[in-house]
């Protein structure tokens, strides 16, 4: 159970960009909780941008001095120190990326980070690499970018799959309206994840803001980070 409720949301948000604190502000203002899954080597960053369907879309980083007071009452998670695809690299330097992005970013937080999301697109996850976490890292919980469409509990935590991406519109609402409908017996997990500069490729953030109000404000919900939820 989720603070003595079966039921919990809680989001996602890679890279540690600028628009994250446009996020945060509509975050807030509806009682929502997130985690915020940084690369600590490449905070300070104010001109990196993405060329995106022809667009050029601000990537920009936000500073290391702002990290703990602009995350507060959120998460801060581990993102790797210079996000390469761990399925790429060799032990060693799987630990290094990992460790070293926790105790810089647990250094930045004031708190111990045991969080984290995969970096990179495709399959950027495998057993051999959850595996190293476990032995090697203080890394407790890792998410995927696979969707599950699901909002059942799910034991391997270092390779935790999402409920659903946010710009897959339609499934997220569909899932919402069911999310908020069910009469739960059992400890049920909304997870939703994405980035926040992806709102502004088609300017969806009134789409997200209307979709924050919805879920948000009901007694039977628990309203957490990944860390509140998953332990």
């Known amino acids: 159970m989720y603070q003595g409720k079966n039921k919990a949301i809680t989001f996602s948000y890679d890279d540690g ?3 994250d604190r446009r996020l945060i502000e509509i975050l807030n203002r509806y009682g929502l909780k997130a985690t915020f899954n940084i ?3 490449l905070l300070d960053r104010p001109d990196d ?3 995106i369907d022809g667009k050029k879309i601000g990537h920009a980083k936000v500073s290391a001095a702002e990290v703990r007071r602009l995350y507060q009452g959120h ?3 581990v993102h790797t120190l210079t996000h390469p695809n761990l399925t790429e690299l060799d032990e060693q330097e799987i630990v290094r990326q990992v460790e070293e992005d926790r105790k810089n970013l647990s250094a930045l937080a004031g708190y111990e980070v045991t969080g984290m999301a995969y970096p990179c697109g495709g399959v950027n996850n495998d057993d051999r690499v959850a595996q190293v976490l476990k032995e090697h890292t203080a890394v407790r919980y890792a998410r995927t970018i696979t969707s599950s469409n699901s909002f059942a509990p799910q034991e391997n935590l270092l390779r935790f799959n999402p409920s659903v991406y946010h710009l897959d519109w339609a ?3 569909k899932m919402a309206d069911e999310f908020l409908a069910m009469q739960a017996e059992t400890p049920q997990l909304f997870y939703i994840w994405g980035h926040s500069y992806e709102f502004d490729i088609n300017d969806t953030w009134d789409r997200f803001e209307a979709f924050c109000k919805k879920i948000s404000g009901h007694s039977d919900i628990f309203y957490g980070t990944n860390r509140e939820v998953l332990g």
């Open 49 to 51: 941008f993405l060329m």
């Open 75 to 77: 998460e801060v998670a």
């Open 17 to 19: 960009v600028t628009q």
């Open 171 to 173: 499934d997220m609402e």
């Open 39 to 41: 690369n600590s080597g």
